[in-house]
């Protein structure tokens, strides 16, 4: 423990046992579990190989209610608003899906909203003839609000979306103001939380949207293959349903959570991994008694540093743009690709993640970029650990031709 942040490192990674097989910045891809999300997957896959899939859900209610409690709680959500389904990309599906799009509605979102959604709004476009209309940026960076604030009154949507943390630009933006407009105007508003949700304070009631679509597997420090959708408690009672929803009504089985779904669970499928969802909760639970606003603060601190340390190298430029910038760091080093970064640093024992262009076709093409190496750290990195990052980049910046 330090005075000026709660949380004790060398825990944390007395915590991670991942930290003791490499130098792990990336976090923004998939980050280290700590050993009680490990323990809790393990423990529930135990009990499947002992009595079978769905007698050990059958014999484990508590624990599965504990992990929607624990979501609930880290999301300052009340009991029955949130749904687990396999990733954000499905949790953002699941949502547009209950969204009955007529030809010319305007989906109205930003240029920063992720690949796969973006997708998504094109598929919504040429499937149904909506109207695809992003905001414009500000000059710093991020969406300009007063824009945005200006075509939600203008074009009056039929859904406001918007991505909290990009994947590639260190940004944070603010959704709160969208949130609260679209909410006067009783237009559905959807967030994707992917990045933020575990990396910083997320507070459904503070922001006010009707979706919130996130992944475990990121900065929360959950396990591969799950995610949850917030939904709105209110839209729940007047209605608000998937295209498929789910069929929680087997009443063939008996388990109290396997009863009809009036709650957000008409958002999940029937099948997917329990232990999963257990390993998602005992991330929740471990975030939670980290508190949120702790890790905010040491994550966007080392990413801060990490800007300052790499802005000084030479052949290193840092890419990150926006009033607010988070725990995601974005370089591009002369004379390299993304991916040979990526697999250089690999070989020294350095975890990074490559972007390519496609990653961000919109933001990257309007900067001119072509790709960016991202490291992003998060509480358990150590100083050293990012001197080390650094150290290696300058190494390779200073071999010019070897891509
Ligand atoms: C901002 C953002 N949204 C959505 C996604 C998609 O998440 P998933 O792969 O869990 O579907 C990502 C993945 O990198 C992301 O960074």
Redesign the pocket.
């Known amino acids: 423990m330090n005075a000026s942040n709660p949380l004790d490192v060398n825990r944390l990674r007395a915590e991670t046992p991942g930290v003791a097989f490499g130098n792990h910045l990336n976090n923004?891809?998939a980050s280290l579990p700590p050993a009680p999300v490990h323990d809790a997957i393990r423990d529930y896959l135990k009990a499947e190989l002992e009595m079978g899939g769905y007698e050990a859900a059958a014999a484990h209610p508590g624990a599965i209610r504990e992990a929607y409690d624990a979501v609930e709680a880290l999301l300052g959500a009340t009991p029955g608003s949130v749904a687990f389904v396999e990733?954000?990309?499905?949790a953002?599906s699941q949502a547009l899906s209950s969204i009955p799009f007529r030809r010319g509605d305007v989906i109205l979102t930003t240029r920063h909203d992720?690949v796969?959604?973006q997708l998504m709004y094109l598929s919504l476009a040429e499937r149904f003839g909506v109207e695809l209309v992003r905001a414009p940026d500000a000059p710093e960076g991020g969406v300009d609000t007063g824009a945005m604030l200006e075509l939600l009154h203008r074009r009056r949507p039929r859904l406001v979306a918007m991505?909290h943390?990009?994947?590639n630009s260190g940004l944070v933006q603010d959704p709160v103001p969208v949130a609260r407009a679209a909410r006067e105007r009783e237009i559905p508003f959807l967030l994707?939380a992917?990045?933020s949700v575990g990396q910083m304070p997320v507070d459904v009631r503070e922001i006010g949207a009707t979706f919130v679509a996130a992944?475990s597997?990121?900065f929360l420090r959950g396990p591969r293959g799950s995610?949850f959708l917030w939904v709105d408690p209110e839209a729940l009672d007047a209605g608000l349903a998937p295209l498929f929803p789910d069929l929680h009504g087997a009443d063939w089985i008996e388990a109290d959570l396997l009863q009809p779904a009036p709650d957000a669970r008409r958002f999940e499928n029937w099948e997917f991994s329990w232990a999963l969802v257990l390993g998602t909760g005992a991330a929740a639970r471990y975030a939670t008694d980290c508190g949120l606003e702790a890790i905010r603060d040491r994550a966007w601190g080392l990413a801060a540093r990490l800007r300052t340390q790499l802005e000084a190298v030479d052949g290193v430029t840092v890419l990150d743009r926006g009033a607010r910038l988070g725990a995601i760091v974005t370089v591009a080093v002369e004379g390299w690709t993304p991916s040979a970064l990526v697999s250089a640093l690999r070989k020294v024992g350095i975890r990074t993640s490559a972007l390519e262009r496609s990653s961000a076709v919109l933001d990257f093409d309007a900067r001119g970029i072509e790709g960016a190496l991202r490291l992003s750290p998060h509480v358990f990195n150590t100083e050293d650990e990012l001197q080390a990052a650094v150290d290696a980049l300058a190494e390779l910046a200073a071999s010019p031709g070897r891509k």
């Not at 990733?87 to 499905?90: H, K, P, S, W, Y």
């Open positions: 923004a891809g990733n954000a990309t499905v953002f992720y796969s959604n991505t943390i990009p994947t994707d992917c990045q992944t597997r990121k995610g």
